[in-house]
C-alpha cells in the first residue's frame, strides 16, 4: 500500500506562485508514474500533469501548459508542481496520483493523496 500526503497549497493572489509536494511511502517510488489532478467545486477532477519514472517525460494540459511545471526527486520520494502565474480559474483541490504508465485520465492511476486546497484571488 502506497501512502501519498500533499502539502503546500494555500491562499495566493492573481499573478502568484506555489509550490506543492507530495511526499510517498510505503512503496517503491522510482517505479511509479506520478501525476497532478485538480478538481474546482461542483466540477469533474480534471488532469493537470504527468511526469515518468525517471522524469525524462512530461506531458502537461493545455490549461497549464507554460505556467505549471513538475519535478521529481525520487531519493526523496516526493513529486513537485512548480504553480506559477497562477489565474482564478486555478482554484481547486490539488490531488498527487501515482500509477504504472503516463495517463491523463484518474481512472488508470493506483493511490491518491487527500489533497491539498489552492485559492487564488483577483
Known amino acids: 500500500q502506497v501512502q501519498l500526503v500533499e502539502s503546500g497549497g494555500g491562499l495566493v493572489l492573481a499573478g502568484g506562485s506555489l509550490r506543492l509536494s507530495c511526499v510517498a511511502s510505503g512503496g517503491t517510488f522510482s517505479t511509479y508514474v506520478m501525476g497532478w489532478f485538480r478538481q474546482a467545486p461542483g466540477k469533474e477532477r480534471e488532469f493537470v500533469v504527468v511526469?515518468?519514472?525517471?522524469?525524462?517525460?512530461?506531458y502537461s494540459a493545455d490549461s497549464v501548459k507554460g505556467r505549471f511545471t513538475i519535478s521529481r526527486d525520487n531519493a526523496k520520494s516526493t513529486v513537485f508542481l512548480q504553480m506559477n502565474s497562477l489565474k482564478v480559474e486555478d482554484t481547486a483541490v490539488y490531488y498527487c496520483a501515482a500509477g504504472r504508465s503516463m495517463a491523463v485520465i484518474g481512472e488508470l492511476y493506483n493511490y491518491w493523496g487527500q489533497g491539498t486546497q489552492v485559492t487564488v484571488s483577483s
Open positions: 511526469i515518468s519514472r525517471s522524469g525524462a517525460s512530461i
